[in-house]
């Protein structure tokens, strides 16, 4: 299953370029499975998924796969701070809920 790994993610890619623009990009996957490999190995499939979903929700324009290649981690530091921070407005909402309950 890890060797057809980055075939899915590239086909996602194409899926979401064409949903975005209307037609489907021309990329040559078996050259692109080794940076989208990387990216795999540097954060794991799912996050790989995630990461390439948040990256069509930017306003980068046209979406460029090597953009994608060489700021994966900076989207994804960026998803990981914005999920803490949910979590950290979450629980002082509970808190002040908490708090209001008691007086």
Same mark, same amino acid.
């Given at each position: 299953?890890?060797?057809?790994? @980055?075939?899915?993610?590239?086909?996602?890619?194409? +899926?979401?370029?064409? %949903?975005?623009?209307?037609?489907? @990009?021309?990329?040559?996957?078996?050259?692109?499975?080794?940076? &989208?490999?990387?990216?795999?190995?540097?954060? /794991? %499939?799912?996050?790989?998924?995630?990461?390439?979903?948040?990256? %069509?929700?930017?306003?980068? +324009? /046209?979406? @460029?796969?090597?953009?994608?290649?060489?700021? %994966? $981690?900076?989207? +994804? +530091?960026?998803?990981?701070?914005?999920? $803490? $921070?949910?979590?950290?407005?979450?629980?002082? &909402?509970?808190?002040?809920?908490?708090?209001?309950?008691?007086?």
């Amino acid at each position: 299953m890890a060797n057809k790994e @980055p075939y899915i993610l590239l086909t996602e890619y194409q +899926n979401l370029y064409k %949903f975005k623009y209307n037609k489907t @990009p021309q990329i040559n996957k078996y050259r692109e499975k080794w940076a &989208m490999q990387d990216v795999i190995d540097s954060v /794991g %499939f799912d996050r790989a998924y995630e990461i390439l979903k948040y990256y %069509f929700k930017t306003s980068k +324009n /046209g979406h @460029p796969l090597m953009f994608f290649y060489n700021n %994966f $981690d900076r989207m +994804n +530091n960026y998803m990981k701070s914005s999920e $803490d $921070d949910k979590e950290n407005r979450r629980k002082v &909402m509970q808190n002040t809920k908490k708090l209001v309950e008691e007086l």
